[in-house]
């Protein structure tokens, strides 16, 4: 029996629950990206809690070098390393791998690269991969794949996708022997395969059905949000969905925009995970049910109001737009802080609000409502 449930729908958008050892998580959701085991912007596990997150996503390249998956597995895994008693997942450290173009030579072993670090060598296969996710004991580990850029020839992305579906079947060989052994800290590590073929519907939906058939615990959507226009990312989507298990979570890596989340989840995903709401906050960009403010404007230097007047997170309920502007130009940590425990507070209820929006039939309507205005520059 799946561990996943959907609920229920609204035309393609589903409201589901996936079981797992550490908690249920409610989908829609958004997982807080915190990539060295941290928010950076100075947000603790325990605040994570307060601001509603679900699922906390680390980096398994990043863990690796720095401290080391092994010393994690010393002390007892991820969530006891970091104090962090729900979901996590860790992602393949694929993406990663593939940004240091310059540095690394692929091979169907794996990829041989140099730390971004210290310039030592190491090579990552499926196997390697899914051994340092099972040393930091995470929720949900990602197949280990080759993320290609936007565009790409054809025959490349096509032998790329092959490749990908080998090391596919070597990860799922490598995770069940990992969960069988008696020192293992989580046995019930989940596995997500990744789909994979550039911008070429064709490749994509051959690559799916491929993938599909390996049984895995959730299929996500890779590649995309690197560069190529916000419709050609929907058309792949839209391709994509109806080829991907209605019985397993569906996750677009990487994306994005609240505009984005909701058009996705118009057409059918179930988990997202993005940066932007930390990047952007660090820089003075907000979010708001009103639309995106730039907090560094002149125009909120003596704005007594909260950053949105329909927030309830714990940065709106105590401090001005003025106050909280004058700490990021003075570049206190404090200002960064607030800003950051914001935003992610708004992407966490908007995915809530989703959520609610399907269980009482309204989805469409909040759809139709906030796909225009969340995208928007706040009109004060």
């Known amino acids: 029996m799946s561990k996943f449930t959907v609920l229920m729908k609204d035309g393609r958008a589903r409201r589901g629950t996936l079981q797992t050892v550490h908690g249920d998580i409610q989908t829609p959701v958004f997982m807080n990206v915190g990539t060295c085991a941290a928010i950076k912007g100075g947000v603790s596990t325990v605040e994570l809690e307060q601001i509603d997150c679900q699922v906390e996503l680390s980096n398994t390249y990043h863990l690796h070098i720095r401290p080391g998956d092994g010393l994690i597995r010393e002390m007892g895994g991820l969530h006891k390393f970091m ?93 069940e022997r990992l969960n069988s052994l008696p020192d293992t800290i989580n046995p019930h590590q989940m596995l997500f395969g990744i789909n994979q073929g550039s911008t070429y519907e064709d490749l994509r939906i051959a690559h799916m059905q491929q993938i599909s058939e390996l049984d895995l615990d959730g299929y996500a959507i890779g590649g995309l949000a690197v560069g190529e226009e916000t419709e050609e990312m929907y058309r792949i989507i839209n391709a994509v969905e109806p080829h991907m298990p209605e019985n397993k979570p569906r996750y677009l890596m990487g994306v994005g925009t609240p505009c984005n989340i909701l058009e996705a989840v118009h057409m059918g995903v179930d988990f997202f995970d993005c940066v932007m709401p930390s990047r952007n906050a660090r820089h003075g960009n907000l979010f708001t049910w009103h639309g995106k403010i730039n907090l560094l ?84």
């Open 297 to 380: 404007n002149e125009k909120y230097a003596k704005d007594p109001r909260p950053l949105d007047s329909s927030c309830d997170c714990p940065t709106c309920r105590s401090y001005s737009r003025s106050y909280i502007r004058h700490l990021i130009k003075a570049k206190e940590s404090l200002g960064m802080r607030l800003a950051v425990t914001h935003n992610l507070y708004f992407y966490n209820n908007l995915t809530r609000k989703i959520r609610e929006a399907l269980e009482s039939g309204c989805f469409e309507s909040f759809y139709q409502k906030y796909r225009t205005i969340l995208g928007e520059r706040h009109p004060d």
């Open 83 to 175: 104090n962090w008693k729900r979901p996590i997942l860790t992602d393949s450290g694929g993406f990663q791998v593939f940004s240091l173009s310059s540095l690394r030579k692929i091979t169907e072993e794996g990829v041989k690269f140099a730390s971004h670090v210290d310039g030592k060598r190491i090579f990552m296969g499926p196997e390697e991969s899914m051994q340092i996710q099972s040393n930091l004991a995470s929720t949900i580990a990602m197949a280990f794949d080759e993320c290609i850029e936007n565009p790409a020839p054809y025959d490349y992305v096509k032998a790329s996708c092959d490749r990908t579906y080998r090391w596919l079947v070597r990860c799922k060989a490598e995770m």
